[in-house]
T-cell receptor, first 111, second 116 residues
Framework: SQQGEEDPQALSIQEGENATMNCSYKTSINNLQWYRQNSGRGLVHLILIRSNEREKHSGRLRVTLDTSKKSSSLLITASRAADTASYFCATDAHGFQKLVFGTGTRLLVSP | GAVVSQHPSWVICKSGTSVKIECRSLDFQATTMFWYRQFPKQSLMLMATSNEGSKATYEQGVEKDKFLINHASLTLSTLTVTSAHPEDSSFYIC????????????FGAGSRLTVL
């Protein structure tokens, strides 16, 4: 399976703390994306990082990419209760049009 | 931004009946749409790629006669679960490529199917 793996599977933190989740994938990629899913809803795109980029920021989000290790991390700083959701990485493998999603990290931010 | 509307958001049906789920791109044209299936607390599994005006491309292990996909216009793709059984109960999500590019997907809100 091409599916990536994320860890941790679940993460529970307090408001104000930072949350870090990691994604590993198996094949060469064009880019890697992170999506968020609130319970029982569709996914929302958060950020995209290209294979020739190493780090990218968007608001409270920071994404890193290490293509030599085939891994990425998503850091959410100063977390809020509203950040409670599942987070998925998705890879766009060379030559393939479809996205392959990771196993996801369930984040719970307590007030 | 691009919006994908999916309907119904939830449906309950009896075993043996068929259920149709619609996926519409509201403010853009989508020649390709993607249908995913998601089990509780699990990731999204791509079922098929819906292509406007041609046959859908199904992923390995997905029964094309069971999950009928029609993409008759540039803004509408439908997934019909035929002769549904309890094991077909799941969360089905459609998506389309954001016209802004870079293979970013815009997702519908999902449809929860429960087969009794």
């Amino acid at each position: 399976s091409q599916q990536g793996e994320e860890d941790p599977q679940a993460l529970s933190i307090q408001e104000g703390e930072n949350a870090t989740m990691n994604c590993s994938y198996k094949t060469s990629i064009n880019n890697l994306q992170w999506y968020r899913q609130n319970s029982g809803r569709g996914l929302v795109h958060l950020i995209l990082i290209r294979s020739n980029e190493r780090e990218k920021h968007s608001g409270r989000l920071r994404v890193t990419l290490d293509t030599s290790k085939k891994s990425s991390s998503l850091l959410i700083t100063a977390s809020r209760a509203a950040d409670t959701a599942s987070y998925f990485c998705a890879t766009d493998a060379h030559g393939f049009q479809k996205l392959v999603f990771g196993t996801g990290t369930r984040l719970l931010v307590s007030p | 931004g691009a919006v994908v509307s999916q309907h119904p958001s939830w449906v309950i049906c009896k075993s043996g009946t068929s259920v149709k789920i619609e996926c519409r791109s509201l403010d853009f044209q989508a020649t390709t749409m993607f249908w995913y299936r998601q089990f509780p607390k699990q990731s999204l599994m791509l079922m098929a790629t819906s292509n406007e005006g041609s046959k859908a491309t199904y992923e390995q292990g997905v029964e094309k006669d069971k999950f009928l996909i029609n993409h008759a216009s540039l803004t509408l793709s439908t997934l019909t679960v035929t002769s549904a059984h309890p094991e077909d109960s799941s969360f089905y999500i459609c998506s389309a490529r954001d016209p802004a590019g870079a293979n970013v997907l815009t997702f519908g809100a999902g449809s929860r199917l429960t087969v009794l």
